[in-house]
């Protein structure tokens, strides 16, 4: 089943979750002077470096959450096409190949019933020969 809204995407919160976290651990190095204790770096928070960081990787996160959600609306625009054979009109379902009246019945739980269109009835009608559409004495 498709979700209703895209914002709440799995794949999007994971996203938001991975870039939380490693902006949570750019403010984490730099409240507990990794770059001090790692590269001679002067004591205290350098807040140039940690804001300038942050601002690079929410950009980041911006791009990489527009792009994902425009895939994304575009998956679930193409998932709504229902594939029909162009030769033999199966409708493809689950990687199978399915008659339309399979594909009714299984899908939604409907019965199949055949008949005849009135522009179709009509083309049959008007291609018989006119001795065959009389009727009999």
Request: aromatic letters at 10%; proline letters at 4%.
């Amino acid at each position: 089943m498709l979700p209703t809204k895209i914002a709440a995407h799995p794949i999007l919160r994971n996203e938001a979750l991975g870039f939380s976290l490693i902006l949570g651990l750019v403010w984490a190095a730099e409240i507990l002077g990794l770059p001090h204790y790692l590269y001679g770096d002067p004591a205290g928070i350098c807040w140039t470096r940690v804001l300038l960081r942050t601002l690079v990787v929410a950009a980041i996160w911006l791009w990489v959450h527009v792009a994902t959600s425009r895939l994304i609306k575009r998956l679930h625009h193409l998932e709504e096409f229902l594939r029909v054979c162009s030769w033999c009109k199966k409708v493809g379902h689950q990687g199978a190949w399915l008659t339309t009246e399979e594909f009714f019945g299984s899908k939604f739980s409907t019965q199949t019933t055949h008949g005849i269109c009135e522009d179709c009835a009509k083309k049959t009608k008007a291609s018989l020969p006119t001795q065959a559409i009389e009727p009999r004495r």
